[in-house]
């Protein structure tokens, strides 16, 4: 059993900052963080920064130059990292990640809230 809990979400202001964080806990042998999603109001789930193999990570476009990812593998973390927000950056983000035994699975967290506005 694997469990994802994000947090570091809250209220700021634009232009503001805010770190998100991802716990990875439970059967993470073979474990690999794939990335960070967003969904806002009324929209689709979508990528926001994935995780490369090579260790780079692919940023949408909306969000490149502003986000970055980091990991703190010693102790199953990865972050993601967000400057200058804008209030389109609202919504509830997750992490994912993936383990291929005993059968290939996604993981998600359980979201935490990111709310952009004046």
């Known amino acids: 059993q694997v469990q994802l809990v994000e947090s570091g979400g809250g209220l700021v202001q634009p232009g503001g900052s805010l770190r998100l964080s991802c716990a990875a806990s439970?059967?993470?042998?073979?474990?690999?963080?794939m990335g960070w999603y967003r969904q806002g109001p009324g929209k689709q789930r979508e990528p926001v920064a994935i995780?490369?193999?090579?260790?780079?990570?692919n940023y949408a476009d909306s969000v490149k130059g502003r986000f970055t990812i980091s990991r703190d593998n010693a102790n199953n973390t990865v972050y993601l990292q967000m400057n200058s927000l804008k209030p389109e950056d609202t919504a509830v983000y997750y992490c994912?990640?993936?383990?291929?035994?005993?059968?290939?699975?996604?993981?998600w967290g359980q979201g935490t809230q990111v709310t952009v506005s004046s």
């Open positions: 994912n990640a993936f383990r291929s035994v005993p059968t290939p699975q996604n993981y």
């Open positions: 439970g059967s993470i042998f073979n474990i690999y963080f």
């Open positions: 995780q490369t193999n090579g260790g780079r990570a």
